[in-house]
């Protein structure tokens, strides 16, 4: 196991303008698997019956953190996973957070960042009380070394019912810890009763009392289905979160900007700190998000088409929340691998005004069974970059023939290289997952701050969560 991993307070200063030089082995495609990481570039775990991973993070000698749960037998058996690879893509240690409340009650990570001293911070969920649906908004502080919890955090308590942190966790530069995710307006947790939760925690995990309310914000975009998935703070320090909405009839991507002090933003979207976004009058889910140099946003996910089927999709918005017509086609770039239905899950900024984004698609006959991972990378304008594998666009099948779904991806910091986490279907019912990684190779030279990572948290190795 390795030690923990610190970086001198000195050095702090000099990341957010040190840049990295980041070439690929001599002759390699960018873009194409990496050889020297788990020697394929892929490396797939089966811990338990179904394991998935949702989000990742790095250390600072780049040892890559994947967040996730795992479960033997249901959800009742789910158990939070938090798992340690080093660089070149072997397994240092898994380690795993049973609710300690009761005897068969689900946790989960669903994301987290590295603290400047090595502590790991994670968000996700755990049960409240024992029976029933209803979920606690729970962040812990975890020791790199034995995995202990050091910390867990205090309870937001939103409206009292299931709450869920689902849209990340962010560090502020003075230490305090901003997760979103939704919570329930009732006791039934259900799809139609849920609004935005955010909430802002000091360092040792106790609920900031000057943001929002007692240190929570809900937000209710149409009196229904309200979700974040991604979180990030600007330099300025507002809040932005993505996710989608649904108003009665269907899904469209969601945007809001909180001020530091947790009130909506009334420069941004229609005076009211909300922008949604309807594509063709489908479903539309916003799912991750990347911060540009100039505070412009992009957002990815999947909107539906026509056909019904889904797109791997890429959104640009101005500062102000409005469409940027100077992206794709009026502010909106399809990214198509095979012409069957994609999604994007996940972005990471280069720092050199290319972006590398990350999904699924279908391949061959298509159908859920057929799906690989997906990445795509592209310039500032949503076009297409050449210089990955040849036209900007790669495909992954992790090995075992079935399912696999890409959550997230994230350039690890010490070569600049695109890892991408999610997890592969074992079996022909598709009911048995295994944990799923890979890593590609890349070029540069990149800024290490690229994503908007500067502005809340000072170790360039963090991700928000799916």
Known sequence: MLGRRMIPPAILPMLAVCCFVATGPAGAQVGAPDPSFDADGRRVDDFEATDYAWNLAFEADGSILVFGYSEDSGPNSRQGRLSRYLPDGSLDVSWVYPFSGCGSTPRALLGGLVEPNGDIITVGYDQNGCGGANRNFRLLRI?????????????????????????GVVRQTDGKLVAAGHASIDGSDGAATRD????????????????????????????DYDFSYATKLQDDGKIVVAGFTNDGSQFDFLLIRLDVDGTLDPTFGGGDGIVTTDFDGKDDFALDLALRPDGSILVVGHRGAPDGSTRFVIVAYQTDGQLDASFGTAGVQVVDFTGLPAAAYGIAAQGDGRYVVAGITETGAGGRETRDFAIARIGSDGSLDPTFDGDGRQTLDLGLGMEDIARRVALQPTNGYPVVVGYTVEDPNLAVQDL??????????????????????????????P
């Open 143 to 167: 020791d790199p070394d034995s995995g202990a919890i050091l910390l867990a955090s205090e309870l937001p308590t939103f409206y009292g019912f299931a709450d869920h942190a689902f849209g």
């Open 436 to 465: 799923a990684i890979a890593r590609l190779i890349s070029d540069g030279p990149w800024s290490i701050f690229s994503d908007g990572f500067e502005s809340g948290d000072t170790t360039a190795w963090s991700q928000s969560t």
């Open 196 to 223: 935005i939760a955010i909430a802002r925690f000091h360092s040792d995990l106790t609920l900031d009392d000057t943001f929002g309310t007692d240190g929570e914000v809900t937000v209710d975009i149409a009196g």
